[in-house]
Each structure stands twice: as structure tokens, then as C-alpha cells.
């Protein structure tokens, strides 16, 4: 999904510099970036165009290193279409956070909008709020090597967006980048709350079929181990035991496989080591 979306920004920037270069008469120079007056004319789907958008190559490459190293992180974490939702999700949100600042503030804020930042930031905040103690190494000036821990990292992008609100006349979207953020770690959240309330709902479950003699000898029947796996075939152990939860992975993310999930890709690494 990562590698979709990169090419995606790249195809767009391109389709972008022909449509600039051959104007409408009367027309605006990008009718597919996020503005208060867009939205007022009923554009709704600025809100969308506008992340698939940049205001220049060096616009477009920022992001694309940042898209790069954060979504394949956070696509590893949650999966593919999870990063994805999380993505536009976190690009929406910041959309309207300028937007809802342009109303408010018209004599400062009240100007169109592009670029992938507001995704980019949603992905670095859903990181950070996961793993904040991960260490990350940035090259500042793309030059001078610099390792600090993910929250600490968030907390330093989000105290200079919000700095960045004061300084009048700034072409940065400072607002977009604090909506991206907020969503970022909002949608984590709400994904531990979700995982949970699942937990949860399970451990009802199975309490109440354990008191109903039938249903509980039915569920300690599921639970009987199956043929030893190293008794398999190794074609047959690959398939049955391992396919699946590859496919789990891709789907939901590594995060979501429970301890024997694991042990089975542990034992699938010892069977292969040993070949």
C-alpha cells in the first residue's frame, strides 16, 4: 500500500504540471486544492484531492521520504488497509482543522491548501503513540545524524506546528499538520479500545458457554491440540499451519496474531533453518 500510494503522489504531481500549464480563461490554477471557498461552492471532494496535491518538487519529495520510511512502518504494524484508512483518515482531519482555522481567522488562515503532509503526520503520530519508545535516527539537513525516541520526536513536530500558527504570513499548513496528528493518535486509540472491547467480549463468551454443560464439552473439544506440526509433511505443515497466518498478517497486521500464532512462525523459521 505504501509502494500504491508513492506512485500515486508521483502520477498525480505529474497530472498536476499539465493541467497548471494549460490554465482555464477565469479559472483557478488548481481546482483540486483544499479552500474554504472550494468547500462553500460545494467541492466537497477537495478534502480528498488536495492530499494527492504539492506545491513543488522539493514539497513532493519531503513527503514522499516521510510517506516512505512511516508508512511502511505503520503498513507492518496494522496492516495494509488499516495504514490506508489511517492515511486519508489523518489527511481529512487535517483538512479540516485549516479549514476550520481559515473560518475562524480569515485574515490569517484564509488560503488554499495541498500537499500529503497531514497524512504523513497522522502516520508519524499512530507510530509514535504505538511505539513511542522506538528509537529513530534522523539526518537534520539531510546531513547531520540525530537519534531520538518516536514520542519525542511527535512532541517536537507538534509543539513547532503550533508555533507555527502564530507566526503570521507562513505558507506552512501548521493547522492541517495538527489535525493529522490528532487523528493519528486517535485512530491508535480507538484500535487498542476496539481490541479490548473484543477481549472482553470473548472472555463473556466463553465464561457462559463453560456453565452450559453441552456447549462447554463442544468448546473443550476445539481445544484439543491437533497433530503434532512436526509430525507434518513440510507442504502440508506450510499450508494448513502457516498460509493462514501469513494472510492474517497481511490483513491486520503482525501486531494482531495471538502467542501460538507465533510459535507456529517460530517453528515454521526452525524447520526451515534445519533444511
Known sequence: ???????????????????ESHP???GEDNPFALSLTGLKAGRIYELLTFQFM???????????????????AVEEMLGARSMLRLYLLSGTMGGLCHVALCVA????????????????????AAFATREPNYPI???????????????????????????????HGSTTAHGAHLGGMLAGIAFIKWEGWLAG?????????????SRQPVRAAVLRAARRPRKNAEELPPAEFISREVDPILEKISAHGIHSLTDQEREILEAARSRMARR
Open 105 to 124: 481567522f480569515p485574515d490569517y488562515f484564509n488560503k488554499g491548501v495541498v500537499g500529503a503532509s497531514a497524512g504523513i503526520f497522522g502516520l508519524i
Open 197 to 209: 472491547a473484543r477481549g472482553l467480549w470473548g472472555a463473556r463468551t466463553r465464561r457462559r458457554l
Open 24 to 26: 482555464e480563461p477565469g
Open 54 to 72: 504539492h506545491g513543488g518538487i522539493w514539497h513532493l519529495a519531503c513527503n514522499m521520504i516521510g510517506l516512505y520510511f512511516f508508512g511502511r
Open 1 to 19: 500500500m505504501t509502494t500504491v500510494l508513492l506512485v500515486s503522489l508521483v502520477v498525480c504531481y505529474a497530472l498536476q504540471l499539465i493541467l
Open 137 to 167: 535516527t534522523l539526518l537534520v539537513f539531510f546531513i547531520l545524524p540525530v537519534t531520538l525516541l518516536a514520542k519525542w520526536l511527535l512532541l517536537i513536530e507538534a509543539a513547532v506546528s503550533i508555533a507555527g500558527l502564530f507566526v
